[in-house]
T-cell receptor
Framework: AQKVTQAQTEISVVEKEDVTLDCVYETRDTTYYLFWYKQPPSGELVFLIRRNSFDEQNEISGRYSWNFQKSTSSFNFTITASQVVDSAVYFCALSELVGNQFYFGTGTSLTVIP | NAGVMQNPRHLVRRRGQEARLRCSPMKGHSHVYWYRQLPEEGLKFMVYLQKENIIDESGMPKERFSAEFPKEGPSILRIQQVVRGDSAAYFC????????????FGQGTRLTVV
């Protein structure tokens, strides 16, 4: 079963619009970690955030914000006032306390149109 | 403090040749993880190694793929007799402690099989 689901395959927005990328996860562990990574066209993985399962506070970092809701097993990512440089593929990932790997979603390709 | 270094960044091999991908973990890190990203897909776990030991190879294809992390030197992912389907981006991550939660990713090696 897919542990991390990113239902949005591709999203296009016009510059300065807000956009939310959805992430739904599945785990039986009570202790786990959630991540978002950005993969720009150059291909590297850029770490954006890590959240543990005991911290449900929403986080804001500049134009980025994350909404973690255990009740719906979701960890959504919002970009406010999007910019062209935000164009990339964004991956949500899960790691469990007892485990050796990240489980990645299939990614959401975001295109910001100038 | 250099990050995780992967080389080469790009590798082209003809069908039937061998590919060797190298990963030098961050200083002080003794845990290495390899992931494969097929075109238009998320990253999939391949193998987890600790110095001189393979801890978890549940994601490794049964044939032609092998990995090592010797006492000295980088971790090597080796693909023998490459086929077109091996064309992908291969990412390495390293951590100081067991488990991927504190892992850092390298920039990846893009393998193209022609």
């Amino acid at each position: 079963a897919q542990k991390v689901t990113q239902a949005q395959t591709e999203i296009s927005v016009v510059e300065k619009e807000d956009v939310t990328l959805d992430c739904v996860y599945e785990t039986r562990d009570t202790t786990y970690y959630l991540f978002w990574y950005k993969q720009p066209p150059s291909g590297e993985l850029v770490f954006l955030i890590r959240r543990n399962s005991f911290d449900e506070q929403n986080e804001i970092s500049g134009r980025y914000s994350w909404n973690f809701q255990k009740s719906t097993s979701s960890f959504n990512f919002t970009i406010t006032a999007s910019q062209v440089v935000d164009s990339a593929v964004y991956f949500c990932a899960l790691s469990e306390l007892v485990g050796n790997q990240f489980y990645f979603g299939t990614g959401t390709s975001l295109t910001v149109i100038p | 403090n250099a990050g995780v270094m992967q080389n080469p960044r790009h590798l082209v091999r003809r069908r039937g040749q061998e590919a060797r991908l190298r990963c030098s973990p961050m200083k002080g890190h003794s845990h290495v993880y390899w992931y494969r990203q097929l075109p238009e897909e998320g990253l999939k776990f391949m193998v987890y190694l600790q110095k001189e030991n393979i801890i978890d190879e549940s994601g490794m294809p049964k044939e032609r793929f092998s990995a090592e992390f010797p006492k000295e030197g980088p971790s090597i992912l080796r693909i023998q007799q490459v086929v077109r389907g091996d064309s992908a981006a291969y990412f390495c991550a390293s951590s100081a402690y067991k488990g991927p939660t504190e892992a850092f990713f390298g920039q990846g090696t893009r393998l193209t099989v022609v």
